[in-house]
Protein backbone atom coordinates (compact mmCIF):
# COMPACT_ATOMS: atom_id res chain seq x y z
CA UNK A 1 0.00 0.00 0.00
CA UNK A 2 1.61 3.18 -1.07
CA UNK A 3 1.24 6.25 1.59
CA UNK A 4 0.21 9.81 1.11
CA UNK A 5 0.38 12.75 3.66
CA UNK A 6 -2.53 14.68 3.69
CA UNK A 7 -0.19 17.66 3.35
CA UNK A 8 1.74 16.67 0.20
CA UNK A 9 0.34 18.98 -2.36
CA UNK A 10 -1.16 17.79 -5.79
CA UNK A 11 2.79 18.89 -7.36
CA UNK A 12 4.33 16.89 -4.70
CA UNK A 13 2.04 13.51 -5.78
CA UNK A 14 2.69 14.34 -9.05
CA UNK A 15 6.64 13.51 -8.53
CA UNK A 16 6.08 10.56 -5.89
CA UNK A 17 3.41 8.92 -7.78
CA UNK A 18 2.83 10.42 -11.38
CA UNK A 19 0.29 7.49 -12.13
CA UNK A 20 -1.96 9.67 -9.61
CA UNK A 21 -2.92 12.31 -11.16
CA UNK A 22 -4.79 9.81 -13.55
CA UNK A 23 -6.79 8.47 -11.01
CA UNK A 24 -7.71 12.51 -9.86
CA UNK A 25 -8.92 12.80 -13.08
CA UNK A 26 -11.05 9.81 -13.07
CA UNK A 27 -12.64 11.02 -9.61
CA UNK A 28 -13.21 14.46 -10.44
CA UNK A 29 -10.12 16.77 -10.77
CA UNK A 30 -10.53 17.26 -14.85
CA UNK A 31 -8.49 20.64 -14.63
CA UNK A 32 -5.17 18.62 -13.10
CA UNK A 33 -4.27 16.72 -16.15
CA UNK A 34 -3.00 19.91 -17.52
CA UNK A 35 0.79 20.25 -16.78
CA UNK A 36 0.96 23.75 -16.07
CA UNK A 37 -1.80 23.12 -14.13
CA UNK A 38 -0.05 20.87 -11.51
CA UNK A 39 3.15 23.39 -11.74
CA UNK A 40 0.89 26.52 -10.67
CA UNK A 41 -1.83 25.40 -8.76
CA UNK A 42 -0.74 22.10 -7.70
CA UNK A 43 1.79 23.25 -5.67
CA UNK A 44 -0.32 24.84 -3.39
CA UNK A 45 -3.28 22.76 -3.71
CA UNK A 46 -3.76 19.63 -1.20
CA UNK A 47 -6.43 17.13 -2.26
CA UNK A 48 -8.50 18.41 0.60
CA UNK A 49 -8.65 21.54 -0.72
CA UNK A 50 -8.82 20.42 -4.00
CA UNK A 51 -11.71 18.63 -3.17
CA UNK A 52 -13.61 21.94 -1.51
CA UNK A 53 -12.94 24.00 -4.65
CA UNK A 54 -14.31 21.23 -6.88
CA UNK A 55 -17.03 20.20 -4.88
CA UNK A 56 -15.88 16.58 -4.23
CA UNK A 57 -16.58 14.69 -1.01
CA UNK A 58 -12.92 13.86 0.57
CA UNK A 59 -14.15 10.90 2.25
CA UNK A 60 -14.95 9.92 -1.01
CA UNK A 61 -12.29 10.42 -2.60
CA UNK A 62 -10.18 8.68 0.23
CA UNK A 63 -12.06 5.17 -0.38
CA UNK A 64 -11.19 5.91 -4.05
CA UNK A 65 -7.81 6.03 -3.31
CA UNK A 66 -7.47 2.99 -0.78
CA UNK A 67 -9.31 0.70 -3.43
CA UNK A 68 -6.55 1.66 -6.05
CA UNK A 69 -3.95 1.00 -3.21
CA UNK A 70 -2.96 4.88 -1.92
CA UNK A 71 -3.89 5.27 1.73
CA UNK A 72 -4.12 8.75 2.75
CA UNK A 73 -2.17 9.30 6.11
CA UNK A 74 -4.57 12.04 8.43
Avoid at 6 to 24: A, N
Avoid at 28 to 52: N, S, W, Y
Avoid at 64 to 71: A, D, V
Amino acid sequence: MKQINKTDTIFILSQKYPEVIDLLVEFGFTQIKAPQMIVTAGKFMTLDKGCQLRNLNYSELKQFLLKKGYEIIE
